[in-house]
């Protein structure tokens, strides 16, 4: 697909979001996409043909400010749908436990029943409070743990230091204890040798045995020292292990908490943030290996009549269900992620584009097959989907755009649609 190519056909779908615009004109504009996407036209002449429907849409809102006011009303509704769905989105991407969990909910029970834009603006507001009262919460607790590490470790180091001290003095002490007594003995063999009658021997002796027996003292308080600096030693030991305990602990809580920050807490698959950052990689990979990559966009049909007929619990145990339900048919290579409020997203690398196709009418007939009961009443749930290939000159962002836009055409026929391109 050329530059000139995908901007006619986003700027038709652009065109064809605006509300309030004629039927006819609205056909007419798809139409032309339908056209230049089967049937092959100069390029010129479709850009020519869009710019006329631009100036008719410019000419009907121009002329008629009562459809202007009522599309403009139309839009701020749309707008204000959009913020309440995010809104509804973030809260739950948000793991939060206690008092502000249960905030959380009832705001997202608020946004539910539906609020006016004032209302919408506030509890905004207080989401906002929330997120920062627990970011701030978050470092202060990662402060107070960085400071007890930096204390234990001060005081690991200045009792390693002190205990290294007194091993080298009381290494020097032994080394004089012992050259003392080896003096002694010398002096008491020589004495030995010498002195043949025992008076002499006694009055030699004697002053030997005294600087013997003091000696021996001092070896006694020396092995008290040593005995005193071996169980402070060991203490530090024992609270290096702790610290070194701790430290494993926070270790372990920080991949959890980076595991839990791309999980969605709800249904325990990936979240938007995650799903950004899977298809990156893979569209890196892709750019390398051009190998077949495609993405799908799954909705559930009539949800918020679901939420709001049964409850948002009913909704969020509908949302578990159909999530391990997905997840359950794809392999290590596929990605699925929550992706808005109701919407499923799955990343399929390295698959056929029938294997993918077949794949995806799998998933499809597997929810509608889900047994679902609320307050005694059957229900069956199904999806509508559409799936978009990357194909050359695609980025991302712009692949993520279209398989909305493919989904939000397919929906218009009714609930459980499927759109393959």
Not at 171 to 177: D, G
Not at 194 to 203: G, H, T
Not at 302 to 307: A, D, G, M, T
Not at 388 to 415: C, D, I, M
Request: glycine share 4%.
């Amino acid at each position: 697909m050329t530059n000139l190519e995908r901007h006619i056909r986003h700027g038709g779908e652009t065109l064809l979001r605006i509300p309030g615009l004629p039927s006819k004109v609205k056909r007419d504009l798809r139409d032309l996409l339908n056209v230049s996407s089967i049937h092959p036209s100069p390029k010129s002449e479709q850009a020519v043909k869009l710019l006329g429907l631009y100036e008719r849409s410019v000419k009907i809102i121009a002329t008629n400010p009562q459809r202007a006011n009522a599309m403009s009303h139309t839009a701020e509704q749309a707008l204000h749908k959009k913020l309440s769905d995010e809104l509804q989105t973030l809260i739950t991407e948000l793991d939060f436990e206690g008092e502000s969990g249960e905030v959380l909910m009832d705001i997202r029970a608020k946004l539910l029943v539906g609020v006016t834009p004032d209302t919408l603006l506030e509890l905004t507001l207080e989401v906002l409070r929330l997120v920062v009262e627990g970011t701030t919460y978050e470092r202060k607790k990662s402060e107070q743990f960085l400071e007890q590490i930096n204390s234990s470790l001060t005081m690991h180091l200045k009792s390693t230091k002190q205990s290294i001290q007194q091993s080298q003095s009381y290494l020097s002490h032994r080394q004089e204890m012992n050259l003392e007594f080896n003096t002694l003995m010398a002096q008491s063999h020589k004495i030995l040798k010498e002195e043949q009658d025992y008076a002499s021997l006694k009055s030699g002796l004697t002053p030997l045995l005294t600087q013997l027996t003091a000696l021996s003292e001092r070896l006694t308080h020396a092995e008290q020292r040593e005995k005193a600096l071996i169980e402070r030693m060991a203490y530090t030991r024992n609270q290096a292990e702790s610290l070194y305990e701790s430290t494993q602990d926070y270790r372990c809580r920080l991949e959890d908490q980076a595991q839990r920050v791309q999980q969605d807490p709800l249904t325990k698959v990936y979240n938007r943030a995650a799903f950004h950052n899977r298809l990156e990689l893979e569209y890196h990979r892709w750019i390398k290996s051009q190998h077949p990559l495609r993405v799908v966009l799954l909705d559930i049909d009539n949800f918020k009549s679901l939420n709001k007929n049964f409850g948002y619990s009913a909704g969020d145990k509908a949302l578990k269900i159909i999530a391990k339900t997905i997840q359950k048919e794809l392999s290590e290579t596929d990605t699925v992620a929550r992706f808005g409020g109701e919407e499923f997203m799955i990343i399929m690398p390295d698959r056929a584009e029938q294997e993918s196709y077949l794949l995806m009418q799998t998933i499809l007939r597997q929810v509608e097959r889900l047994p679902f009961k609320f307050k005694d009443k059957h229900l069956t749930i199904t999806l509508s989907a559409a799936s978009v290939a990357f194909q050359e000159g695609n980025t991302p962002e712009e692949l993520v755009e279209q398989v909305y836009h493919a989904l939000q055409t397919a929906k218009k026929a009714g609930s459980n649609q499927v759109s393959w391109q």
